[in-house]
């Protein structure tokens, strides 16, 4: 599934990034790598975008990209501050 | 000696900039808050250092134009230290520039700014550890306090004479081998370039543009090696060459996270709750639109406030120098042009200007902006934009001009032009002094709000219309949202006070001189000809005054001229008992509208090119025309 369906509070760990090197490189560079987890924060209505909480900060991501980013379920064992898990691949 | 302050976005890179430099760069709680480098010359320690603020960048890749600045800058520029600023509640994210920025082997500091963050957060950092990990020296500051600044100062001098770090951490096998493959390969072919080898070849592996475009020009041969070693590292990893290396430096930075860092509980404040209801489905919206629409009555209330008393001494004031000085000789005449000029400014602008630039300080500061980006990147999509352009806009409530140049946060192209072309249509803190000081004082605070809620209807549709025009792709909304923050009253004081200058020195003394053309033209009945000139735009199509055909003049200057010398022109301060409110409005209109100043102008043509300036401004006036027309059409059959 991709990350624009996943539910508020729900812990998804990324599988895949598509689209060009451009939009990967970025979402890189802000934390999201393959092998990330990371948990959707807030939806906007209306398909806006979501937020996401990875690695310590908070991105907001239009649908357009969050549709992009391909995910699987995480197990939900949340760690103390909620913030910093990594599986870097 | 110069030294550089690089870091990720919003790392307070500024913050710590105008705390040697006095308050020279604009800081703001946004990423992207400063879209070109700043550079100041300071006394630290009894050595003249000059002290360069780039812009923030998230990786060595220039993934926009402001980020490419920075770069650049790093690349291509001569320095003798970098300060690596880093956030030290996001430490993982931000060693991965850390770690690109040793690769450079020059002399370098790191900033481990944020301290009181991080401990919100409940993190907890080994300042040494994280310095031997490094191999540089790191020292723990709180920008916003000047904490550690002394220290931070002090250890950069004495590091700028220190051998260079001898690069540390190390990928794994697979990424070192094929750089050192690439390596071997550039120095065959005789490449050469101020940045070390090792850092060009993992750039090259990565994918970026911009190198590989410099290798290949240099050394067009190495083509196709280049290609095969990029595909064997894919082959092995089974993913893109780029995120091989990106996930290699991400993994390395998490080794050193573990190693120094610790984290306990997280407080969750006042602030969190608040940032949930900022950010929460139902309740975001709702409370964008209170928070904005609280901005503009307090604003329009202390305003008045500040205004009447003014205007009233200052009209008993003008009316002694008349009685003593006629209007119809030379001296009465330039001394009148003199004093409107001055009082303009103070009576005027001052008291609209002042807690208007105070709300948006409060609002930049605050961490709402990029808020109001995820909020609106809906409503931004449907006018073929994204939430990001968001920023760019806002900026321009404060001056076009500022607002023009941060359209360079922006990705691609296209979005860089519609956005730039809507922020000339925004009404900036000099068209909002006339929309305050004629609509909202004569006409009542609701009609100035009218003002406000047409002009955005109308941007939109612009930039819908613009959007189907202008070909291009629109990447879509990446953003990172820092954590609410109280703004500091010393900031927010500096940095009004830092716009407030520009009025000061600028603006203030063009009002004067204007104004005592303005009276000089009068005395010599010059003014009439102008004003007859253009009467066929302002009194047979607009229905204004004959007067106030130089009025729009003077706007282009600037556009805080417009209402000074509109109550200059109109001879009185009562513009009510003088103009209809149709003509007030019209007025308005055409003036909120119509060819944004000089100053905007030609950062438009800095920006974007002459092309797109002509076009916009030609489409300004355009839109003004037809605004003020059909406002006029329809108040007179009302
Ligand atoms: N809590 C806290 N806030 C800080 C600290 N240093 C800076 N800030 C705030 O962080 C925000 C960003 O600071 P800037 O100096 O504009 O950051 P920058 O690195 O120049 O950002 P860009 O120019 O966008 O790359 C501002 O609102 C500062 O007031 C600090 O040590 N602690
Ligand atoms: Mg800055």
New interface residues.
Partial sequence: MTLDTVGVLHRSRVIF?EGG???????????I???DCLEV?????????V?VQV???????????ARRVRVEPAETFR??????I?E?? | MKFLLAGQPNSGKSTIFNAIAGYRSATANFPGSSVSYTLSRALIHGREVDVVDLPGMYSLTSSSPEAGEAVHFVAEEDWDLIINVLDASRLERSLELTLQLLQLGRPMVVALNMMDEAERHGMKVDVEALSEELGVPVVATIGRRGQGLKALFRVALQTAHCAAPTGTGCFDKEVATAVAKVRVLLEEAGYKSRIPMALTATKVLELDPHFRAKVLEAAPETEAAIDAIIADLQEVHGWSADQVVSGCRHAMAHTIWEKVGELGRPKVGWRERVDRLLLHPVTGGPLMVVILAGVFFLVFGVGQRLEAPLVAWFDALQAMIEGRFPLETLVGSLLSGIFMGVAGGLTIVLPYLLPFLLALAVLEDSGYLPRMAYILDNLMHRIGLHGKSVLPLILGYGCSVPAIMATRILESRRDRRITAALAAFIPCSARTIVIYGLVAAYLGPLWALGIYVLNLVVIMVIGRVLSRFLEGRSPGLILEIPNLAVPSPETLLAKTWLSLKEFLIIAWPVLVVSSLVLSLLEWAGAGGVVNQALAPLTVWTLGLPVAVGMTLIFGILRKELTLVMLVQALGTNQLDEVMTTVQLVVFTLFVVFYVPCVATVAAMARELGWKDTAWISGLTVVVALVLSLAGRLVFTVI
């Fill in positions: 990034i090197q451009g939009v990967r490189s970025h979402l890189n560079t802000l934390g790598h393959v092998g924060v807030e939806r906007a209505p209306f398909r806006g975008p937020l690695n310590g900060t908070r991105l907001a991501l239009g649908r357009g990209v760690p103390v501050a909620g913030s910093v990594t870097a691949g």
